[in-house]
């Protein structure tokens, strides 16, 4: 069975306050040249997903570990990739992405599942997808800025799609082995977030900086939850290009009651280091 959910929230209006925000200022800035970066890294997460897909007659699905219950992998590299731009003096734009998609094969599970109103049973013989496609939107604006330190805040959203498919095959008693229904959903979740970054500089060319992103909120029939950290060093050893390591760490909670669409919770934190190419001109 396949649904979709695609929950706009007040997401519209809040990009479009961001970037009514933004312009008018931008525009008074005549006397700065805007600055662009650009990052490509490595993240390497360790993940974990608790999962409970329910059906559409109220009945509550199997909550669940997936790592543990379907063998998804807990650590897997990525790659991930940001630009950003500086709108005059104390004004910015940034836009990240990056893709984490874990698939396992006949992987045999040792507990009933119970996923929408699919029994996957104890020894059965489970095929899992589980992508996930995270988009960072934000622009910023510094309270305190200085030639070594930097303080603003940020407002933006978080749009994640995840994609789940599970299939499997069950043999009872030696017999030929049944084929068990697939159960697959795609949601599409934009989070609203507010934030704060930071900068201050260690000794010419080396500086630490971070950012944190929040949002909770209770709509319609969804709640949802999102924390995501990060800090890291960078160091530029020319006035353009530069590397840096860091660690993040992002906590989802989204939970359905009512929809239609989509019943039942997804929580997924991912948190590790990443490694960068920082390039600025």
């Not at 007040?10 to 009514?20: I, K, Q, R």
């Not at 998804?72 to 003096?89: D, F």
């Not at 929040?214 to 949802?224: P, T």
Request: net charge negative.
């Amino acid at each position: 069975m396949m649904n979709t959910l695609h929950r706009a929230y007040p997401l519209g209006a809040w990009l479009v306050g961001c970037a009514a925000a933004l312009v008018a200022p931008s525009a008074l800035a005549q006397g700065n040249a805007p600055g662009w970066w650009f990052q490509v890294g490595a993240f390497r997460p360790n993940v974990d997903t608790v999962l409970r897909i329910d059906d559409t007659g109220g009945a509550n699905g199997t909550q669940f570990d997936a790592e543990s219950a379907l063998g998804l992998p807990r650590r897997k590299t990525l790659a991930s990739g940001l630009i950003g731009v500086r709108l005059g003096e104390r004004w910015r734009l940034e836009v990240e992405h990056f893709a984490l998609n874990r698939s396992v094969r006949q992987f045999r599970i040792t507990e009933t599942l119970v996923i929408d109103d699919t029994t996957y049973p104890a020894s059965a013989l489970i095929d899992t997808d589980f992508d996930s496609k995270v988009t960072r939107v934000s622009g910023g604006v510094s309270f305190v800025k200085t030639d070594t330190a930097e303080l603003g805040m940020v407002i933006g959203a978080h749009v994640t799609q995840f994609e789940v498919g599970i299939s499997g095959t069950f043999s009872a008693g030696g017999g030929a082995p049944a084929t068990l229904r697939r159960e697959a959903r795609d949601v599409t979740v934009p989070l609203p977030t507010v934030g704060l970054f930071g900068r201050v500089d260690l000794a010419p060319g080396l500086a630490l900086n971070g950012r944190a992103d929040v949002f909770s909120l209770s709509h319609r029939d969804i709640d949802g939850r999102l924390l995501n950290l990060q800090a890291n060093i960078t160091w530029h050893f020319t006035p353009n290009l530069g590397i840096g390591a860091g660690y993040r760490f992002t906590d989802y909670k989204i939970e359905s009651g009512d929809s239609e669409d989509f019943r039942g919770r997804l929580e997924y934190e991912f948190r590790g280091p990443q490694l960068f190419l920082d390039l600025r001109f």
